[in-house]
């Protein structure tokens, strides 16, 4: 089965609550064609087809449910993961979805994860490389990570289109440089801070193939013990308990890297759809397939291993 993992969906009631809530950057995600109306249904079903897709997970990052204001966080959490469920009841055969979460509020989190997971029955939760302003890595959230694990659950981080809090990095640099930068950062986080180690059976996913990881890997290994040395393993090591989504905007050289560095078999088919769409969509997919690995990598990042890591929880 050919699994994208890096696809997203919004509707015009869920933006709209986030604007009210002092989301002011909605905007972005807006007449692309991401919506759950019949029409862009239709249209994206087709486009899945044109490209060999069978499923997409749908995740509302970076339009997460992060407010300081824990009720608002609350409702729109509980309204984008239903609007999700419904979605997954109407096409069991082309959607899943990774819950979101009422961050950074954790019992709060934990409430809507049990839900989620259980009655609802996602195969993890998604979340942005931070939460206003908070490292993933923050104390607060290992509750959250504690619970996924038990259920060998998958976290999926997206980065949160926040500039990875640079004043350097402007309004047009947020997601062309921003992105990889903020997931490097966040792998970063997650690596120095043990979490891959710690919580073994959770399966986190991250985006882009890792950012600048590839390149950085053998640099991390060589300088951490005297920058870092209280990261509990050796950053390769780490970054190997982890898995990475392809979309790579058709650089062959990149998911070559990737492969290289991190391993081919920690690399899943991902779209980023909306934002790549129409041709950029298929070549999602045909990139991977021309990148000269050898066939039974492309193979497994194709139509493989997403399959084995979503494996649906029981409720």
Do not use: C
Not at 160 to 182: D, F, K, Q, V
Not at 279 to 300: C, K
């Amino acid at each position: 089965m050919r699994i994208d993992v890096h696809a997203h969906l919004w509707s015009r009631p869920y933006l709209d609550l986030l604007e009210r809530f002092g989301n002011t950057v909605t905007g972005v995600h807006r007449g692309l064609g991401a919506g759950p109306t019949e029409q862009e249904l239709e249209a994206r079903f087709a486009l899945m087809a044109s490209a060999g897709i069978d499923l997409q997970v749908l995740s509302a990052t970076p339009a997460s449910p992060h407010f300081a204001d824990q009720a608002d966080a609350v409702q729109a959490a509980r309204v984008v993961n239903d609007e999700y469920a419904e979605l997954v009841r109407r096409f069991p055969d082309r959607f899943m979805a990774f819950a979101s979460l009422p961050f950074p509020h954790t019992d709060a989190a934990l409430v809507e994860l049990d839900r989620a997971l259980g009655e609802l029955g996602m195969p993890g939760a998604a979340v942005t490389t931070s939460v206003l302003g908070r490292s993933l890595t923050d104390p607060a959230f290992l509750p959250v990570y504690a619970e996924l694990d038990r259920r060998a659950a998958v976290l999926y981080v997206h980065p949160a289109g926040a500039g990875a809090h640079s004043s350097l990095i402007g309004p047009t640099m947020t997601w062309e440089i921003g992105a990889p930068i903020e997931d490097t950062v966040a792998i970063t986080h997650l690596i120095q801070a043990g979490i891959p180690s710690r919580f073994p059976r959770l399966k986190i996913v991250t985006s882009h193939l890792g950012g600048a990881l590839p390149m950085l890997l053998e640099r991390l290994d060589r300088q951490y013990a005297w920058e870092a040395p209280d990261t509990p393993e050796k950053p390769s090591v780490a970054a190997r308990r982890m898995w990475f989504d392809t979309v790579g905007h058709n650089h062959t050289p990149a998911l070559r890297a990737a492969a290289e560095s991190l391993g081919a078999d920690r690399l899943l088919l991902g779209t980023d759809f909306p934002y790549q769409a129409g041709e950029a969509f298929r070549e999602a997919v045909t990139y991977v397939q021309r990148s000269g690995l050898p066939d039974q990598d492309i193979n497994a990042v194709l139509d493989t291993t997403a399959a084995e890591l979503l494996e649906r929880p029981k409720p």
